[in-house]
């Protein structure tokens, strides 16, 4: 007997319906083979007209332009600081002991840091310790070959000091923070922001007339005598190298 006249309509239409299925399997295979290479240039050919164009290179040369003017601005500022290196390493001769940081800890920032040299290299404790600008701070401890220094700005820390235009004398007390705080002895101190702090020359401790900082602000109605708030010259946040004055 020969086939029903419908059968062979019937598996055409099986074919078409399976037909999708092939294609997608074959779309798929090349994308494996590929690795995908052909989406993405059709994706980058659908998405050229919206593409930055001559706006994203402008984007780029000016990321080039300011990462080349930070670089410039960074080398001048290693090469001032080699300078200064190289002016305490200088100044040695004089008497003067010069020490690297090696150390400091980020809870007592403001506290303390550590130096390369100790007690074999001549330091001790009490010494004073200057940086470029002007007075850190104090040894407060020695090893044979380390050293700590408390800053001007620790807690608790106080020494005498004045301002050398009306020769007010006051205390200069450590607040933790980077700005001291200057409490006079007189009432009137006739104290203006602007004034040169510098150590005090009736001081035993330190010697007399080293910069000390700047006055930014004053408070007058402060009881019993004025207080002020103080630049430090020397900013401890940024030594890397100090001089020690052997007392």
Do not use: C
Not at 53 to 77: D, F, H, M, T, Y
Not at 87 to 111: E, F, H, N, Y
Not at 157 to 184: D, E, Q, Y
Request: proline share 8%; glycine share 10%.
């Amino acid at each position: 007997m020969g086939s029903p006249k419908w059968a062979f309509p019937f598996r055409w239409r099986q074919l078409f319906r399976i037909r999708p299925w092939f294609f997608l399997i074959g779309v798929l295979g090349v994308i494996r083979l590929s690795k995908g290479a052909g989406l993405l240039d059709a994706f980058a050919y659908i998405t050229g007209p919206l593409s930055p164009g001559s706006a994203q290179r402008e984007w780029i040369q000016k990321g080039v332009q300011l990462e080349n003017r930070i670089r410039l601005e960074l080398l001048a500022e290693d090469n001032q600081r080699l300078r200064e290196i190289l002016d305490l390493t200088k100044s040695s001769d004089a008497g003067l002991i010069s020490a690297a940081v090696i150390s400091r800890q980020p809870v007592g920032w403001w506290q303390q840091l550590d130096l390369g040299k100790g007690r074999i290299h001549g330091i001790k404790n009490g010494d004073v310790v200057l940086g470029p600008g002007g007075l850190l701070g104090i040894i407060q401890s020695v090893t044979p070959t380390t050293s700590r220094v408390r800053l001007l700005t620790a807690p608790g820390s106080r020494i005498g000091v004045w301002t050398s235009r009306n020769k007010r004398h006051g205390i200069l007390m450590g607040m933790g923070s980077n700005r001291p705080s200057l409490r006079f002895l007189d009432k009137d101190s006739d104290v203006v922001p602007g004034d040169v702090v510098s150590t005090s020359p009736a001081s035993t401790l330190m010697p007399p007339n080293v910069p000390v900082g700047v006055v930014q602000v004053v408070n007058t109605a402060a009881l019993p005598a004025p207080i002020a708030v103080v630049q430090l010259t020397a900013s401890p946040e940024a030594i890397d190298w100090v001089q020690i004055w052997p007392r």
